[in-house]
């Protein structure tokens, strides 16, 4: 039934349903269409809002924070409607407690009020008038920032919004004063290098690699000509071979200061100029060795004294040099010695001095020579001082030998014959033995006094009769002190200062008669003295 009333329809208004289709097909296609121009739209407000989030992220990436004044596009007068916004940068430099929906006010109060005041004043002028600006800031915090205003606008000249940076530079303001105290104490230190090198007593310089001079004391100007030279002399060549060969050099030179001809020792010191292996500079140095070069003077002259003395003296004298070379004898020398000058001329060495001696037997006879003779070259590096020791020769002659440091080096020889000395001194040795032992033969006890009063000798009589210290009586005592010893033979008497100075008078009295002693233990003690022929004094007792 409702097919049928359709296709009637259809059949009896066909160009009504033709239109009504042809509608419907033209809307689905208008849909369409607008479905796609939706779909671009979003597509392209996709890429737009991405942007607008890369640039907000580019400008939270920064490491500075910002405060923008944002207008609207088609009002830029309108204060109304100027919306602020502060990045996270700043928020968290200022420690905003609103976060990035702080205003400026909140901005402010992290600032000193005079520096607020400013920075209000360079917003006014930057909202106005579009100027910009830039500046240092104190927070209240300690830290340090530098405020930089600008003005963004658009290439048709609208503005879009005023812009304010905050660049925290408390590490850098850190950095620069840290920085300047490393060039003040920089500066003392290069001050205090100028004074200390002012107040050398010697000049001094620095030469730069080109060998031109670049740094002087004060010295150095009382010195150096106008030209450069010291003393008229030019130094470059001296400083030229240092720098070429990167060793020191040196150089005496003579000048006239004020009529006095001084002596001094120029020096050019290489260094590495900048610490670069291929600069070389050189320090130059000139230092008065005036008094030195008198002492060198002087020391030459008397050593040519001192030589010509040694040479005229009977003792035979010899110097050998440090290398054990023959520098100097005398005819004393040759003469003890019995050498050959010729073969002394040729500057024979002290080990061949040695071996020429042991050749003719004129050496002590030891068992090791070799080792003689290492002893002997030993003594030139360790002798310090002068010693002495004898020479027994094997034809029974015996020699004194003095050896010493020479001054540059090297040591001096001394030899003495002192054969007939020796014997003399054994025949005295061997008459004071005789002599003793007529004297231990002799019953009575005897001293006999030295004329400056000095015991000499004693019998073992007299040991027995005092029972004296032996020991005491080597050490040759006075009169008196042996006297002082037989105190504990007179405990009877009151007064023993005075018999003691009796006694002494008696027995060294001229005139004195022998006299006697009553001691404690009963024994009686005859005394008497005789004056020998020597002035010595011979004192003799006896028990009765």
Known sequence: MNNSLISDMFFAAPELWYMVIFIFLGLICINIVCYIKLLKLKRKNYFIRRDRNRYEETLYASKDGYFAFVYPDDQ????????ER????????????AGTEA??????KNFYKDDADRILKYITLLKEDGVSFEDRFDLKNGRKVILNGVRISGADGS????????????YIAELINNLEKEKQ????????????IDNLPYPIWMRTPSLEIKITNKKYLEYANVDGTIGGLDLLNLATQARDVNKPRHKQIYLNKEGERLCFEVAENPFLYEHDLEKIATVGSMIDISSLDNLRRNL????NTHLEILAALGTAIAVFDAKYKLIFYNQAFIRLWQLDENWLEDHTTYMAFLDNLRERRLLPEVPDYPHYKEEEQKIFMNLTSSTEDLLHLPDGRSYRRIRAPHLKGGLIFAYEDITDRLTAHREYNSMVSVQQEIL???EEAVLIFTSNGRLKFYNQAYVNLWDADEVMLQKEPSFAEIIETQKKFFSQVSNWQELKKDIINHLFSSTTEAFSLNRSDKIRVTCFSSL??????????HKD
């Open 86 to 97: 502060c990045s996270r940068k700043l928020a968290v430099l200022l420690n905003l407690s």
């Open 185 to 196: 104490t920089a500066e003392k230190n290069k001050e205090d290098l100028q004074y200390l």
């Open 159 to 170: 503005v879009y919004s005023d812009l304010i940076w905050f660049r925290d530079i408390s």
């Open 103 to 108: 205003t400026f006010t909140d901005v402010l």
């Open 440 to 442: 231990n033969n002799i």
């Open 76 to 83: 830029v007068n309108d204060v109304a409607d100027v919306t």
């Open 300 to 303: 030459k002259q008397n050593q």
């Open 532 to 541: 020998l022929s020597n002035e010595s004094i011979m004192v003799l007792m």
